[in-house]
């Protein structure tokens, strides 16, 4: 696992973008894993300028890792209300290019075997990613096998309570998520994590140092064999 360790939040983003658009560039049909949350904003900002510089991601396809049960896209927290703000109506995607699993099937069982069969046939040439602060990654809370395929799982209280920022109250946070399981991440060919700022830094250890178990999910990341860990000072402070 390779970490990079930058000054400010722009900098990591520009780092991740040019990794992200130089597959794009390579390989104009190529499958990137997107992510949501708030660090992953400026990775997607970063995309954009690309895209105002040329890039053109006609023919690329996208798979994001996860929805909130319950949400319909069209509300502002749902996960593919996120990805067309802030990145899929603003560049040449294709639409019917863009995946997210649907938090609202009224068979979720049923989605998550049409998730899975979708990964299945779209490996990901490069996954991006962001870092919970108990260490999860996509909605893999601690505790996650490291075989999981894309489940519903419900989420860690600590994890309602941080995504409860965005929300007007704690009990609009959805309870449960449709996630990629942590196979699903690792089966990508390349994976790029992102964590800033002092909430991060004790995940950031225990992903980086700690023991390779369920405990910290994004301690899997240490047996992928082509995984960029993106960090700022705040993020990166607890290790030596
Ligand atoms: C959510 C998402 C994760 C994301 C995490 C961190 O829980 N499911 O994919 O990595 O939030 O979010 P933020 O970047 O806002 O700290």
């Known amino acids: 696992m390779k970490t990079v360790i930058f000054e400010t939040y722009e900098q990591m983003c520009k780092f991740a973008s040019d990794i992200i658009c130089d597959v794009v560039r390579a390989k104009p049909d190529a499958v990137l894993g997107l992510a949501t949350g708030s660090t992953s904003i400026g990775v997607y900002k970063e995309m954009c300028k690309q ?28 996960y593919a209300y996120f990805m067309r703000a802030h990145l899929f109506d603003k560049v040449n995607l294709e639409k019917n290019n863009t995946f997210l699993p649907c938090g609202t099937a009224p068979d979720l069982e049923a989605e998550c075997a049409r998730y899975n069969a979708l ?6 040439d490069v996954q991006l990613l962001g870092l919970g602060s108990d260490g999860h990654i996509a909605f893999n809370e601690p505790g996650s096998p490291f075989d999981s395929r894309t489940r519903v799982v419900e ?17 609009d946070v959805p309870r449960f998520a449709v996630s990629m399981g942590i196979a699903d991440i690792m089966s990508a060919a ?12 004790q ?17 899997v990341l240490q047996l992928h064999k082509d995984a960029t860990v ?5 993020a990166a402070c607890l290790l030596q």
């Open 51 to 78: 895209f105002g510089n040329g890039l053109s991601f006609a023919k690329t396809r996208t798979v994001n890792l996860d929805e909130y049960v319950g949400l319909r896209p069209d509300h502002d927290q749902s």
């Open 119 to 124: 990964l299945d046939r779209l490996p990901r």
């Open 155 to 171: 989420l860690a209280s600590g994890t309602i309570k941080d995504n409860s920022r965005l929300f007007d109250r704690l009990d």
């Open 190 to 201: 390349k994976v790029v994590l992102l964590a800033n700022g002092k909430h991060k830094a």
């Open 203 to 219: 995940a950031v250890k225990a992903m980086l140092t700690g023991k390779v178990d369920p405990s910290c999910p994004a301690g």
């Open 230 to 234: 993106i960090l700022d000072k705040e």
